[in-house]
């Protein structure tokens, strides 16, 4: 390390050491040398783009600060205001009106009474407000504090996710806001506890365009303060009705549930290819024929080279069935080729990519992702796929984690709670989504080119999503639509070495850089979603 490196590294070590950690090795080393290395290497998260990086000592763009009640807790607030490496231009209590009105200020750091901002806080938050001047709304990590100064518990989040949002309040406990949009907008914020997040979503837009988040803990939450309830599905109603007219919002058993209609009922087309393995596809086709309850659907199976009287038996008899067509392709295996062969041949409304060894278990699955991959500005649409032991397989891919990409919540229960949120708390907006189960609407599947027969087994679900965010369709994961995957079982975890090669020329600086959709304060050798280790670069 140059000496020019050094001394900044050693005056952010020491910014962080004035809390004492609990007893956890993995904690203690992350607060000793891994957030005082990505404190190093500020970064700027915005939806879908790879992360913005600036050098730490750039000048950041002055903040006010608005402190939110008006008891004891908030000399605790100005007390870690008080230490930070950046002064505010003013600290103002009141309502957020005044606050507002008061201000000249063209950014307005929102704090609760109690919360302790970090020393970096309004340096790291300043500099993010310089570096994206487009936007109305910015949002960081957090923390708890004990009453003895331990920091535990991080909460950390991904960079703008429209849809997460709209399932789950995941905004957090500081919000940058624009003084003159929020103040446009408060006179319309409900008279809920929730307001914070009502606030973020209106600033944040329909497509988070105006949001950027910094993946630093940067907030610093009292362990007494309990959460509120969350924003109420009339309230997220209220502000999706601008957006999006014919959307209604429920309560969902651990997230909210945003249903939006469907034109008419458009044709699904599931494709599975195969190979031998007939108990695996007459179970995978029984369950996906029998407990399906949408009307409109066929399945295309695509034999790639069976060569088993089992096999053949069964097929002669799935040909009978008036859902069912069969279609032999023996070329050598190639999972893109496969499969863009079979999507040629269809006149489906919807595709949805099926591996043969899952098994179908909720009967509205196809009506869950299809209310999603109908939306223009959606591509792919994945469900939870779990083992079948119940533990989750896939709930979004991560790019840069393992090297390449990886599954994040993967292993856990669903409902495990981590650093960052559980794997059934809502939508979550992903770069990419697994092809083992993927809808997407045939016209932007044909209009992107399909799959890239360059991969031959992996990688080209990840490619593909990519391409449709490109062309302005994201990718989502719906964890309440469930798939059952047994992975891997027909042709083990070989992955061809060209694929690797490919993946490096598609993934880009998502691979390298980061993954605006995860974040860098976790681990990216690990699918736990547990923090990062000492050792990765930042």
């Excluded at 809390?19 to 891994?34: H, I, Q």
């Excluded at 500020?42 to 608005?66: G, I, K, M, N, T």
């Excluded at 004891?72 to 209590?93: F, H």
């Excluded at 907030?219 to 209220?238: I, K």
Aim: include cysteine; proline fraction near 8%; aromatic fraction near 6%.
């Amino acid at each position: 390390m140059s000496a020019t490196l050094a001394a900044p590294r050693m005056r952010l070590g020491a910014l962080f050491q004035g809390r004492r950690a609990p007893a956890s090795d993995a904690w203690t080393e992350f607060l000793a040398a891994v957030e005082p290395a990505l404190a190093h290497a500020p970064r700027l998260h915005r939806f879908a783009l790879p992360p913005v990086l600036w050098e730490p000592d750039r000048e950041p763009v002055p903040l006010a600060v608005w402190i939110e009640g008006d008891g004891e807790a908030t000399e605790r607030s100005r007390a870690a205001l008080a230490g930070g490496t950046r002064a505010p231009t003013a600290v103002l209590g009141g309502t957020l009106r005044a606050a507002l009105a008061d201000t000249r200020s063209d950014w307005l750091l929102l704090v609760r009474d109690g919360d302790e901002p970090a020393p970096l806080a309004l340096e790291r938050l300043g500099q993010a407000a310089a570096e994206a001047d487009d936007v109305d709304l910015i949002t960081c990590d957090a923390d708890e504090v004990s009453a003895d100064g331990a920091r535990h518990s991080p909460r950390v989040r991904p960079g703008p996710s429209p849809d997460r949002w709209l399932s789950c309040d995941d905004s957090g406990p500081l919000l940058v806001v624009r003084r003159e949009r929020a103040a446009a907008v408060a006179n319309e914020l409900a008279n809920s506890t929730a307001w914070r997040h009502e606030l973020a979503l209106m600033l944040a837009g329909p497509a988070g365009e105006r949001h950027a988040h910094v993946p630093l803990l940067l907030c610093h939450t009292p362990t007494a303060r309990r959460p509120g309830p969350p924003l109420e599905p009339e309230h997220v109603e209220r502000v999706l009705r601008g957006w999006e007219p014919g959307a209604k919002v429920e309560p969902g058993e651990t997230a909210r549930v945003v249903r939006r209609p469907v034109s008419g009922e458009p044709s699904v087309e599931v494709i599975m290819c195969f190979r031998d393995g007939p108990s695996l596809l007459a179970r995978s086709v029984a369950s996906l024929i029998v407990r399906t309850d949408y009307e409109r659907l066929s399945v295309t199976l695509v034999d790639n080279g069976s060569e088993q009287a089992e096999t053949a038996e069964l097929i002669n008899g799935l040909s009978h069935h008036p859902r069912i067509t069969v279609r032999r392709d023996d070329r050598p295996f190639n999972f893109a080729a496969l499969n863009n062969g079979a999507a040629r041949n269809s006149s489906a409304d919807f595709l949805v990519f099926l591996n043969n060894d899952t098994e179908v278990t909720d009967p509205s699955w196809i009506t869950t992702l299809l209310e999603e991959a109908a939306r223009p500005e959606v591509g792919a649409v994945a469900p939870m796929l779990t083992y079948p032991d119940g533990a989750v397989q896939h709930v979004g891919a991560a790019l840069g984690l393992h090297g390449y990409a990886g599954h994040p919540f993967a292993g856990l229960s669903p409902s495990t709670h981590t650093p960052f949120g559980r794997a059934d708390g809502g939508t979550r907006n992903w770069l990419a989504v697994t092809a083992a189960c993927t809808m997407v609407e045939r016209a932007k599947f044909e209009a992107v080119g399909g799959f890239d027969e360059s991969f031959v087994v992996g990688g080209n679900d990840v490619d593909l999503c990519l391409r449709l965010t490109g062309a302005g369709h994201r990718s989502l994961c719906v964890p309440r639509a469930i798939v059952v995957h047994d992975e891997s079982r027909t042709r083990g975890s070989h992955v061809d070495p060209g694929d690797f090669a490919a993946s490096e020329r598609s993934y880009g600086l998502f691979r390298t850089v980061g993954d605006p959709f995860y974040n860098p304060n976790l681990s990216l050798t690990a699918t736990d979603c547990s923090m990062r280790r000492p050792g990765g670069a930042p």
